[in-house]
């Protein structure tokens, strides 16, 4: 049972990336998956998810330009960036929950991938 984070990389400001999370050994559609972030010297912060009902949310800073989709058939969630700014660089990370809903504190994700590093820079 695992999830692995992949897709990070260098990019100039204002550049896109897709991050993928690849699930295995569970049923994807069952949970609710985020992905959060933890820039250099800072604590880990969430920044959007995808519950197992559809719904979709997302920290106010990342709002209109990432995007969180799913596809349970491959058993993966994406989030793709847009706009990419020198303040999102950043370690980012996904992690599921069996809770419902989306839950922005750490504690009740209970199965977390590995990191993937993003660098925005000129």
């Known amino acids: 049972v695992q999830l692995q984070a992949s897709g990070g990389g260098s990019v100039q400001p204002g550049g896109s990336l897709r991050l993928s999370c690849v699930a295995s050994?569970?049923?994807?559609?069952?949970?609710?998956v985020a992905w959060f972030r933890q820039a250099p010297g800072k604590k880990r912060d969430w920044i959007s998810c995808?519950?197992?009902?559809?719904?979709?949310d997302y920290r106010n800073f990342v709002r209109g330009r990432f995007v969180i989709s799913r596809d349970n058939a491959k058993s993966t969630v994406y989030l793709q960036m847009s706009g990419l700014k020198q303040e999102d660089t950043a370690v980012y990370f996904c992690?599921?929950?069996?809770?419902?809903?989306?839950?922005?504190?750490?504690?009740?994700?209970?199965?977390w991938g590995q990191g993937t590093l993003v660098t925005v820079s000129s």
């Open positions: 995808s519950r197992q009902n559809g719904e979709k």
């Open positions: 992690a599921m929950t069996t809770i419902e809903l989306c839950v922005v504190e750490e504690e009740p994700y209970n199965l």
């Open positions: 050994g569970f049923a994807l559609e069952n949970y609710s």
